[in-house]
């Protein structure tokens, strides 16, 4: 793909807990030529994978926190980077990033990984894609540990918190990501937030992060709009995997209320796990959210 960038290698050397080899792939079927990194930790003939999907504006760096804790149950563990987002390629074109060559990416990605039996843990963009993939032959998942995230499907009003941050990525095309995860995680160190910046050395990088808030279906012929409503259906009556939920209760984005409209939707989903001062950016506070997760699923768990 022509006006691609690639991140220099040396904007990953200081990445504080992140210090996993990468892995890259760049012959995925639809998207031969663009390079994709991932991480692929762990055993792999465990019995169960977690697939770890971001959000924007952030990377797979941001389960560093829940990494460990699922490698200790002797899962294996799959961190992707979408096109546009942390090791993978950038193509400088916004209109290149759709909902469709985003899902389709992810899709191309289980296949040539032959993955199964997963667990998809999504937050933010990693749910509103991740939640259309479980319904797709031959329904690789068996598990979800959601996280402060929606199914895009266009019927419903977007929440006053996501139209305030879609103008405000409007109003700033060169956010930076270092300086919003430290507002939104105050807990963060330098060095973490200086870790969400690597990706991006310049704006010219940041196409894939300006698009998304724009992808967000907000009417019910926007693209994903019905494939998400496919998902809701299929979620709601044909989902007989197991749900964990959690909540960051501060998130001014993706509030309480809409992620009990997404319990209610999933079909088993019990009481979500909350976290009192958690934020949008949940796996920032994700140890003990993968730890309950895990004790919850464990056979002593239920």
């Known amino acids: 793909m022509k006006d691609t960038l690639r991140t220099p290698q040396e904007r990953f050397t200081q990445l504080p807990d992140f210090s996993y080899l990468p892995n890259y792939l760049d012959d995925l079927a639809g998207y031969e030529g663009l390079r994709c990194h991932y991480l692929d930790l762990g055993p792999s003939d465990a019995s169960q994978t977690f697939l770890c999907v971001h959000g924007q504006p952030t ?32 193509p400088t074109e916004q209109a290149v990033y759709t909902f469709d060559f985003h899902r389709n990416m992810l899709l191309a990605f289980l296949a040539r990984l032959k993955l199964t039996n997963l667990t998809l843990v999504g937050q933010d963009w990693g749910g509103i894609l991740g939640l259309t993939l479980p319904m797709e032959p031959p329904l690789r998942f068996s598990r ?17 918190g996501f139209l305030a941050w879609r103008q405000w990525c409007r109003d700033n095309p060169d956010m930076s990501a270092g300086r919003l995860l430290g507002r939104a995680c105050p807990h963060l160190s330098d060095a973490e937030k200086a870790a969400y910046d690597a990706p991006f050395p310049d704006a010219t990088y940041k ?49 309480p209320p809409a992620m009990m409209g997404l319990q209610k939707t999933i079909r088993g989903c019990p009481d979500p796990f909350e976290v009192k001062d958690g934020g949008h950016f949940l796996q920032e506070w994700g140890k003990s ?8 699923w464990s056979p002593s768990g239920g």
Not at 65 to 81: C, G, K, T
Not at 289 to 296: G, I, K, L, P, S
Request: hydrophobic residues 45%; glycine residues 10%; without cysteine.
């Open 59 to 90: 990377w797979g760096f941001l389960f560093r926190r829940m990494i460990p804790v699922f490698l200790e149950s002797d899962a294996r563990v799959i961190v992707p980077d979408l096109f546009g987002f942390g090791r993978s390629d950038k």
């Open 144 to 160: 979800l540990l959601l996280m402060n995230t929606v199914l895009g499907t266009g019927d419903k009003p977007l929440g006053d």
């Open 207 to 255: 196409a894939g992060a300006r698009a998304f808030p724009e992808l967000v279906p907000d009417h019910p012929d926007a693209p994903g709009a019905a494939l998400s409503r496919d998902a809701r259906d299929w979620l709601s009556q044909q989902w007989t995997g197991k749900t964990f939920m959690a909540i960051g209760m501060t998130d001014p984005v993706i509030p």
């Open 289 to 296: 959210v993968a730890q309950a997760a895990v004790n919850r």
